[in-house]
C-alpha cells in the first residue's frame, strides 16, 4: 500500500532538483548580466582541478593554491556584489543545509536528519488517512463551541460542555486501548459538529502511542471495496479488514452500488467484530435513518448497544459560529 523509504527518497530527489533548477536560473541570470563571470567561475574550478593535479605531483604548494583561491573569490564575490548578489550566490543551494538534502548528517557516524524525521512523520500521518495535518488533542479547542445553556435530560449543559466531555471520553479509550469497555463507536451527529476532527484527534493519538489504525471515509471504503472487485487487487479492502483500528467517517455519504456497497459494508462490520477488531464509525444519520438508509442486518449490528458505544453529538455547526473570544 505504502512503501516509505521509496516516498522520502522520492520527496528528496524533488528538493534536489528545485535546488538545480534554482541554481541553472541564478547561474544564467548572472552569466547573462555579467559574462565575466563565467569565465571567473570557470578559471577557479580549473584552478582546484589544476592545483590538485600539480600538489600530487608534488609541484606547487598548497598556500599558492588557496592564494590564488582567495584573489579569484575575491574577483567573483566583486562581480556578484556589482549586481546586487551576495558573494555565495552561486554556490550550490540546498534546502536542508545540515544534511545537504541527503537526509543524514555526521561522519562517520551516520544520523537521521531533523529534515528527515519530519518527513516521515508527514508521511506517517498521511498514511493513516489524516488529511487535517493539525488535529490533535492537544489543540483541540472547546472555546470553537458555544457556551449557551441548555436543559438535556434535566441536566443544564452546553454544546462546549459536551465536547469537552466527548474529548475527555475519546482520550481516555485512546489511553485504554485495548483495554477498553467497548471496541465499538459510533458517533452521530450532524455535520459541522466536530466529529471528523475528533477522530483524526484519535487516529493521531493512537499512531503517536504505536497502534496501528488507519481513517477513511465511507467513500473510500467503497471505492476499495470495487478495486478489490473490478480490478482484482483486494490489498487496500484485506487492510480494511485487519487493521488493529478502523475509523470509518462520515458512513451515509458513500455511492451505493447495487450488489457491492450494503454487501461490503457488512462484511466489514461483521468480519472486524468476529475479530475482536477496534471500529470508529462516524455518521450523519440519526439511528431512525441509519435503520432505513441501510438494512436491518447492518443498522442492527451499529447499534447494538453490547458492543457498540453510541456517542450522540448535539448542537449547532460550529462552521457557522463566529468564534468567541
Ligand atoms: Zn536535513
Redesign the pocket.
Known amino acids: 500500500m505504502f512503501d516509505m523509504a521509496k516516498e522520502i527518497e522520492q520527496e528528496y530527489a524533488r528538493r534536489r532538483e528545485r535546488c538545480a533548477a534554482e541554481e541553472a536560473r541564478r547561474e544564467a541570470e548572472a552569466f547573462a548580466a555579467c559574462p565575466e563571470l563565467k569565465a571567473l567561475i570557470e578559471s577557479r574550478l580549473d584552478l582546484v582541478l589544476g592545483g590538485v593535479a600539480q600538489m600530487l605531483q608534488g609541484a606547487g604548494s598548497r598556500q599558492d593554491l588557496l592564494g590564488q583561491m582567495a584573489e579569484k573569490n575575491r574577483q567573483i564575490a566583486e562581480r556578484l556584489g556589482a549586481l546586487g548578489h551576495p558573494a555565495d550566490w552561486l554556490d550550490p543551494i540546498y534546502e ?1 543545509p ?6 543524514y ?1 555526521g561522519e562517520p557516524l551516520k544520523r537521521e ?4 524525521q519530519a518527513i516521515k512523520a508527514r508521511l506517517k500521518a498521511r498514511e493513516i488517512g489524516l488529511t487535517d495535518g493539525e488535529a490533535s488533542f492537544e489543540r483541540f479547542d472547546e472555546k470553537v463551541f458555544p457556551n449557551e445553556p441548555r436543559v438535556e435530560n434535566g441536566i443544564a449543559t452546553s454544546q462546549r460542555k459536551q465536547m469537552i466531555i466527548i474529548r475527555r471520553l475519546l482520550e481516555d479509550w485512546c489511553a485504554r486501548y485495548p483495554e477498553v469497555r467497548r471496541r465499538n463507536l459510533l458517533l452521530r451527529g450532524k455535520s459541522g459538529l466536530g466529529k471528523t476532527y475528533l477522530l483524526s484527534c484519535v487516529a493521531r493519538r493512537l499512531s503517536e502511542r504505536g497502534v496501528s489504525c488507519l481513517l477513511v471515509s465511507a467513500f473510500q471504503l467503497v471505492e476499495a471495496a470495487r478495486r478489490a472487485i473490478f480490478q482484482a487487487s483486494p490489498e487496500d479492502w484485506n487492510t480494511l479488514l485487519d487493521v488493529p483500528v478502523l475509523l470509518l467517517d462520515d458512513l451515509g455519504t458513500e455511492p451505493v452500488y447495487q450488489n457491492i456497497t450494503l454487501e461490503y459494508l457488512y462484511q466489514l462490520i461483521d468480519t472486524r467484530q468476529r475479530a475482536g477488531l477496534a471500529t470508529f464509525y462516524s455518521t450523519n444519520f440519526t439511528e431512525e435513518e441509519l435503520r432505513t438508509h441501510y438494512n436491518e442486518r447492518i443498522a442492527s449490528r451499529l447499534l447494538d448497544v453490547r458492543s457498540v458505544d453510541v456517542i450522540p453529538f448535539e448542537g449547532v455547526d460550529v462552521r457557522q459560529c463566529r468564534l468567541e473570544v
Open positions: 536542508c545540515d544534511c545537504r538534502d541527503t537526509g548528517t536528519c531533523a529534515c528527515r
